[in-house]
């Protein structure tokens, strides 16, 4: 199985300040078609999650343009930039690769 | 606008079956995949199964292949999980996803606790 590792646990954050997560995959998540098969989702209290970035940098519908994911094959990182007081919640990244699909273990972000 | 609306929560022994259904609208049903996705109480987010467009694939996390069968009704616009063999570590909050560009709609979820 792939295994997602996130770091860090939870970031406090200034509003208005950027914040970035960081996501490791056990393997590659690049395909041979160059899409790499790697996402991000916010899960905000009480609330189901939803999509943030899909195929590493690419921002999901509705998502401000405040987010923004990169990385390389392994190594990934989503972007807040200007943290608002309702980017509160849980940030888990996940792969898409093979089954079993897996996500990370979640970051937690708080508003200081 | 799309909507996932799951139903069938509920508390019930170890070993004993449940069903989950997932009516989906606002897209075309027939043509994503779907996907069963749960969350333990106060835990990470767990894929348990995926099921093709068609039903002509499924594929489940070890932790509940041979227990869990995920079906779908395309007709009726609606996904199924047909739970047998609860154990207490399925306790979770259960949630369907539409599988598109990742999981890019989620339902509310619902609750299922095993219990004595």
């Known amino acids: 199985d792939i295994v997602m590792t996130q770091a860090p646990l939870s970031v406090s954050v200034t509003p208005g300040e950027s914040a970035s997560i960081s996501c490791r995959s056990s393997?590659?998540?690049?395909?041979?078609?160059?899409?790499?098969?790697v996402y991000w989702y916010l899960q905000k209290p009480g609330k189901s999650p939803q999509l943030l970035i899909y195929?590493?940098?690419n921002l999901a519908s509705g998502v401000p343009d405040r987010f923004s994911g990169s990385g390389s094959e392994t190594d990934f990182t989503l972007k807040i930039s200007r943290v608002e007081a309702e980017d509160v919640g849980i940030y888990y990244c996940?792969?898409?690769?093979?089954?079993?699909?897996?996500f990370g273990s979640g970051t937690k972000l708080e508003i200081k | 606008e799309v909507q996932l609306v799951e139903s069938g929560e509920g508390l019930v022994q170890p070993g004993s079956s449940m069903k989950l259904s997932c009516v989906a609208s606002?897209?075309?049903?027939?043509?994503?995949?779907m996907n069963w996705i749960r969350q333990a109480p106060k835990k990470g987010l767990e894929w348990i199964a995926l099921?093709?467009?068609?039903?002509?694939?499924?594929y489940y996390a070890d932790s509940v292949k041979g227990r869990f069968t995920i079906s779908r009704d395309n007709s009726k616009n609606t996904l199924y999980l047909e739970m047998n063999s609860l154990r207490s570590e399925d306790t979770a909050m259960y949630y369907c996803?539409?599988?598109?560009?990742?999981?890019?709609?989620w339902g509310q979820g619902v609750m299922v606790t095993v219990s004595s």
């Open positions: 099921i093709y467009y068609d039903s002509s694939s499924k």
């Open positions: 996940g792969q898409l690769l093979e089954n079993p699909l897996t």
């Open positions: 393997k590659s998540l690049l395909h041979s078609n160059g899409i790499t098969y």
């Open positions: 195929r590493m940098s």
């Open positions: 606002g897209f075309t049903f027939s043509n994503y995949g």
């Open positions: 996803a539409k599988y598109g560009s990742g999981f890019d709609y």
